[in-house]
């Protein structure tokens, strides 16, 4: 069961583009989260929203949890090269987390 | 240093031989569990415990046993392991307070099954 579902799969952009990230779903989650993957390691958390409407930022990083509470997005303001990586979103429904698919970026210098 | 680690990073068996992949913490988290992460597919949770002699299936827990005798350790058991268990497992620690949740994985476990 794929729950939510996370476009594009992959992004190549020139370093200082932006970008948006979507994380889709039909199901409604009490919290969501984004995180960031490098080869060989575990994800590791960037965010937590868990109120529909919420945006919080990170920096450069600006991310959005649906009104509804069924998606979100995460929006990256000029990219760089240190931005490259696997991005992932995570809901929470009852007790269990369900990831996304997974957005693969690359940034170019 | 708060930490997961798991054991072995890397693992190359055969169908139908017994593994084990090992998992601890040390942030005293009530909440751990298992996921496998295959390309376009993401994440998805195997197993999970709230608490010591607690454990629940997630989305994908046939061919998987877990036990979770103490609260540190939460091992991951292929009893009979077959080729399209072959994946990149990791363990997670979450420290789970209503909303904001925090999930800190281990390094992962690459296991490839002939």
């Known amino acids: 069961t794929q729950l939510l579902e996370q476009s594009p799969q992959f992004l190549s952009i020139q370093e200082g583009e932006n970008l948006t990230v979507y994380c889709n779903s039909s199901s409604v989650f009490s919290s969501l989260q984004w995180y960031r993957q490098e080869p060989g390691e575990g994800p590791v958390l960037l965010v937590t929203?868990?109120?529909?409407?919420e945006v919080k930022k990170l920096k450069r990083l600006t991310f959005q949890f649906g009104d509804a509470r069924k998606d979100s997005s995460l929006h990256i303001t000029a990219a760089q090269t240190g931005d490259t990586g696997l991005y992932l979103c995570a809901g929470l429904t009852g007790n269990q987390f369900y990831f996304g698919t997974g957005t693969s970026l690359t940034v170019i210098p | 240093e708060a930490q997961v680690t798991q054991n072995p990073r890397y693992l190359i068996t055969v169908t139908g031989k017994k593994l084990t992949v090992t998992c601890s913490q040390n942030m005293n988290h009530e909440y751990m569990s298992w996921y496998r992460q295959d390309p376009g597919l993401g994440l998805r949770q195997i197993y999970y415990s709230m608490n010591v002699e607690v454990t629940d299936k997630g989305d994908v827990p046939e061919g998987y046993k877990v036990s979770r005798k103490e609260k540190r350790n939460f091992p991951l058991i292929l009893e009979s392991p077959s080729p399209n268990q072959t994946s990149l497992y990791f363990c997670a620690s979450i420290k789970y307070s209503g909303g904001n949740n925090e999930q800190f994985f281990g390094p992962g476990t690459r296991l490839t099954v002939l």
């Open positions: 929203v868990v109120t529909g409407g």
